[in-house]
């Protein structure tokens, strides 16, 4: 698998990351480099192998369901560029 | 429903996605409040904030209460289930990606009865469920080049329920909505406010030509907040496809926004990469695996949920399946019925609770559990009348009293002096008297002026105070007047 220019350029879209006009080749090569790389794997026969999502199966720790944190919109808010009346405050993004 | 085009008749077909927001304390992967109303973003965590380092840890109350929904949905619970990343951008997801599950829910495949207007029956089959985090709330009218963001609600659990399409009519798709609510609020897992959203809508909407059994490209319309606003989004979205197909144009797959107002849907702008999630498994969470004894253990626990407390009244205490239907789609006036019922005729007390009682509460704008009529009063009323003490003319008078002062009806009979007079002798006198009173209608009655008779009763349980019982009174009108 290849990652082409338009890729790249969907990847930054989706991610809301700008990538300059001549960095793009990097970055292709960059994701190229990485596949490469991670392709080696598919030289592992994994017939009748199960999917593993996760290498820690049966850790899941769950907590109580109790409440700690209140009160917290200074802590919150301390580090929001535009706050007013306890919102952060962003440009319009109604559709 | 079928629908009648210009050409041809359509069928809907319509499935419906419902998230429902899981009733804990704490988020579905943080210590933070999930209360409802606080000022904004008290109730955050900076797991919530999708702070640097953050790391979510799973809610098991939000488990056990999402496994309680799946058997309530008589679901199979999966016992091994998965959370996944939804990737997208927004102001109102802080992480940049939503906490779900994707290919491995926690509950599968189930089956909700709904009652439908006719008395029929239909089984609406349920895909999937699975839980996840809930979004923050973007307020878009304060300002006109700003948008406003509460994080309160950002990580609160919710179950998403994914329906067949199994609906066929507007109605189907209400009957269902009110019945998974009446379930939720039995089971305690959901508060079922659609008005707060604590339980939203999406739907998907597509026709075919009647009698085919195709699947066409359908419209989704999310977040419709009532139960009245779904059934109106889906007649109308579907008519809108009907008058496409007939006029030769193509349904495209889109996201439409339902319009409360003038209960049309209309296009949203359609987003370049729409869908295009990139889902994958949450490396911050392992799998979640439950074991059988915890299922059996929560299955044990379970309430007596609507269906099964329908069909009892109706088949062991004699209630009609409306009247049946009625009481038990509310947990709470389910509850205060039986116990009402208890040792009393079931039946009346039906008649009662579905009639003045109901339209007291309703007069008072009071809910069930405010009444100042207690569930053991009404069935002490009930009594009352069965034993032939009151009459039912008297009974509504004692229900007023015990609707302003809460008192025992007995009390009420006892100190008002209200008790039914039977005795014959004392009836006798007051027909008789009524009858020397007016010769005249007398005159007129014996001359076919039958309609009189129901006057002379009146006249004289108007005169014994309504006392009186109206059988005897009858008896001897009909003797003297011959």
Redesign the interface.
Known sequence: MTIDKQTVNRIAFLSHLKIDENKIEEAQDEFNKILNWVEKLSEVNTDNVEPLSSVNENSLVCREDIVIEKNQADKILANAPVKEYGYFVVPKVVE | MIIQGKTNKWEIVCGLEIHCQII???KIF????TKFGA????????VD?GMPGMLP???????YQAVKTGLGLCAKINKYS?FSRK?Y???DMPTGYQITQFQYPIVGEGVVTIDLEDGTTKEIRIERMHIEQDAAK???DI?????????NRAGVGLMEIVTKPDFRSPEEAGAFLRKLRSILRYLETCDGNMDEGSLRCDINVSVRPYGTKELRTRCEMKNVNSVKFVMQAIENEAKRHVEVYESGGTVEQETRQFDAVSGQTKA??KK??AH?Y?YF?E?D?????ISDEYIKQIADELPELPDAKKNRFVNELGLTKYDAAVICENKEVAYFFEKAATGHDAKKVANWLMGDFFAMLKRKNLTIEQSPITAENLGRLVDLIEQNIISGKIAKDVFEIMSETGENPEKIVEEKGLKQVTDSSTIEAIVDQVIAANMDKVEAYKNGKTGLFGWFVGQVLKESKGKANPQIVNKFIQEKLG
Do not use: G, W
Request: aromatic content about 12%; proline content about 9%.
């Open positions: 804990s304390k704490s943080s210590t933070a409040s000022d904004a973003n008290q109730n955050v965590s900076f904030a840890t799973l809610n098991q109350y939000c488990v998965e990737n951008f927004y102001a973007s307020i878009h300002d006109p080049h700003k948008s406003f963001i509460d994080l949203m702008r370049e990469f295009d990139r498994p490396p969470l392992p799998p979640l695996i």
